[in-house]
Nanobody, 114 residues
Framework: QVRLVESGGGLVQPGGSLRLSCAAS????????MSWYRQAPGKERELVAA????????RSAESVKGRFTASRDNVENMIYLQMNSLKFEDTAVYYC???????WGQGTQVTVSS
């Protein structure tokens, strides 16, 4: 059974940092590209970053370039999203996803507020 569990969200001030994690299980993790998405209130879900099975970041939203970094650990079956210089507009629920699949985690809330 495929399972994706995000964690690490929270409340942070503008300019702060958070590191999101996604624990994956139930499939051969190291064979699959993974991605991070986010969905802000009243908006559609958008791609934040995609990372190949080998850990190369292949896609990254313009709005987060230079601030967010996606990575993965194929031993621990984890992907990460390091988020720096957070802005109000980064407030959203963040999800991990197996690229090309309909598998999603439950999401983790990130709120940027002063």
């Amino acid at each position: 059974q495929v399972r994706l569990v995000e964690s690490g969200g929270g409340l942070v001030q503008p300019g702060g940092s958070l590191r999101l994690s996604c624990a994956a299980s139930g499939f051969p993790f190291s064979n699959y590209a993974m991605s991070w998405y986010r969905q802000a209130p009243g908006k559609e879900r958008e791609l934040v970053a995609a990372i190949t099975s080998r850990g190369e970041v292949t896609r990254s939203a313009e709005s987060v370039k230079g601030r967010f970094t996606a990575s993965r650990d194929n031993v621990e079956n984890m992907i990460y999203l390091q988020m720096n210089s957070l802005k109000f507009e980064d407030t959203a629920v963040y999800y991990c996803n197996i690229v090309g699949s309909t598998y999603w985690g439950q999401g983790t809330q990130v709120t940027v507020s002063s």
